[in-house]
Nanobody, 120 residues
Framework: QVQLVESGGGLVQSGGSLRLSCVAS????????MAWYRQAPGKQRELVAV???????DYADSVKDRFTISRDNAKNTVNLQMNSLKPEDTAVYYC??????????????WGQGTQVTVSS
């Protein structure tokens, strides 16, 4: 079984910083793209940032120049450094990864989510 486990959420004041981490574990053969999504109350889940195995990245316009996604391929981890946080960044943040487990086809996997709350 493949699992994604996030950590690092919490409560921070506007203008502050948080760092989210996500580690993939299990019988993993390959990890392809890794990403962070978020879902605010009453809104649809949206893509925040994505990083491919070669290191290329892309960001939602709303977080460009404030958030940085990175990964450690050896440890199957993905991180999201969030700076200059705003109240509108408040959401549950989910880790997502496309993974090929041993003996199974590649599929998208999700973490359980971690709450980020930014107070004004």
């Amino acid at each position: 079984q493949v699992q994604l486990v996030e950590s690092g959420g919490g409560l921070v004041q506007s203008g502050g910083s948080l760092r989210l981490s996500c580690v993939a574990s299990g019988s993993i053969l390959s990890v392809y793209a890794m990403a962070w999504y978020r879902q605010a109350p009453g809104k649809q889940r949206e893509l925040v940032a994505v990083i491919i195995s070669g290191g290329g990245t892309d960001y939602a316009d709303s977080v460009k120049d404030r958030f940085t996604i990175s990964r450690d391929n050896a440890k199957n981890t993905v991180n999201l450094q969030m700076n200059s946080l705003k109240p509108e960044d408040t959401a549950v943040y989910y880790c997502n990864a496309r993974i090929k487990p041993l003996g199974l086809p590649a599929a998208n996997y999700w973490g359980q989510g971690t709450q980020v709350t930014v107070s004004s």
